[in-house]
């Protein structure tokens, strides 16, 4: 069966910290995965997007890790801030299938002050 | 910058009757999506749209739920006989057609049924 699993639930650290949520995956044929951030009330707002062939990637303070062989990828967060408190969607995407997406249960991260 | 605008951002409703909500995606996007988010809960597909069509539909799309783009600029969903558990945040979403297309979500409606 074709699944996202996100890990953990939910997470509160201290302003400053890193952080580091997970994403395994057995979607296959896969395509590509997204990380989407998702401010309480609001739509998902895509943060970075790894391929087959790409291992890491970063934005900002945020980089984006991917294992194809083992179906795994994470986001790390450096230096958080409070606005980072947000929900942290995995998405992947099939290959072949254009309207074929699957959406994790996503991280609901909180940044305590 | 274009952006996906949905209306209207709250609508309160009472069980049975009909809901349309409303969408105008980014022009150039080709491919257009319905996802529904219940309170707490994660995004869920409902319904993709491609060349005036639905391509996919999930076990939640049923009877009830219609989606049609007739001028070539609104999308919209229309829930024909609403019940409390459609209570949620809906939200619309579109891309272009490369392969590694970035979903970009509008606003979202929310829809309470009573």
């Known amino acids: 069966k074709n699944q996202v699993e996100q890990s953990p639930q939910s997470l509160i650290i201290l302003e400053g910290k890193n952080c580091t949520l997970q994403c395994n995956y057995t979607v296959s044929p896969f395509s590509n995965l997204r990380w989407y951030k998702q401010d309480t009330g609001r739509g998902p707002v895509s943060l970075t997007i790894m391929t087959f062939s790409e291992n890491t990637k970063s934005n900002g303070r945020y980089t984006a890790t991917l294992d194809a062989d083992t179906k795994q990828s994470s986001l790390h967060i450096t230096a958080s801030q409070l606005s980072d408190s947000a929900s942290y969607i995995c998405?992947?995407?099939?290959?072949?299938?254009?309207?074929?997406?699957?959406f994790g249960k996503g991280t609901r991260l909180h940044i305590l002050p | 910058e274009p952006e996906v605008t949905q209306t209207p951002s709250h609508q309160v409703t009472q069980m049975g009757q009909e809901v349309i909500l409303r969408c105008v995606p980014i022009s150039n996007h080709l491919y257009f999506y319905w996802y529904r988010q219940i309170l707490g809960q994660k995004v869920e597909f409902l319904v993709s749209f491609y060349n005036n069509e639905i391509s996919e539909k999930s076990e939640i799309f049923d009877d009830q739920f219609s989606v049609e783009r007739p001028d070539g600029s609104n999308f919209t969903l229309k829930i024909r006989s609403t019940k409390l558990e459609d209570s949620a945040m809906y939200f619309c979403?579109?891309?272009?057609?490369?392969?590694?297309?970035?979903?970009?979500f509008g606003e979202g409606s929310r829809l309470t049924v009573l």
């Open positions: 998405v992947v995407h099939f290959m072949n299938r254009d309207d074929k997406i699957i």
């Open positions: 979403a579109g891309r272009t057609g490369a392969d590694t297309g970035e979903l970009f």
